[in-house]
């Protein structure tokens, strides 16, 4: 078992910076692939973003991309979304997810084992 708890949500100013973190534990691997997703309000879940644990490689969501950057600690096994540049259509629940290893299915959320419970994010208009 994996367990997952993200930190670091808040509310932003548009245009403002937020960290969010995940702290992983229990039987991870070096192998294990790390995402962050996100659900707005009546909305389906979305990928933000992604990366190796080992490796480095990184993806994310066409709507981040330039805005948003993941990055990895893997001695303190965590995992952080720096979000740049909010926009109220940033606001949602933002989960930290993982899987057993990078492959070309990434951005699916159905393709990741264990789920954390989730941080929000609001950005108001």
């Known amino acids: 078992q994996v367990q997952l708890v993200e930190s670091g949500g808040g509310l932003v100013q548009a245009g403002g910076s937020l960290r969010l973190s995940c702290a992983a534990s229990g039987r991870t691997s070096s192998s294990y692939a790390m995402g962050w997703f996100r659900q707005p309000p009546e909305k389906e879940r979305e990928f933000v973003a992604a990366i190796a644990w080992s490796g480095g490689a990184t993806a994310y969501g066409g709507s981040v991309k330039g805005r948003f950057t993941i990055s990895r600690d893997d001695a303190k096994k965590m995992v952080y979304l720096k979000l740049n540049s909010l926009k109220p259509e940033d606001t949602a629940v933002y989960y930290c997810?993982?899987?057993?290893?990078?492959?070309?299915?990434?951005?699916?959320?159905?393709?990741?084992?264990?789920w954390g419970q989730g941080t929000q994010v609001t950005v108001p208009s």
């Open positions: 997810a993982a899987r057993s290893q990078w492959s070309e299915t990434i951005s699916s959320p159905m393709t990741y084992d264990y």
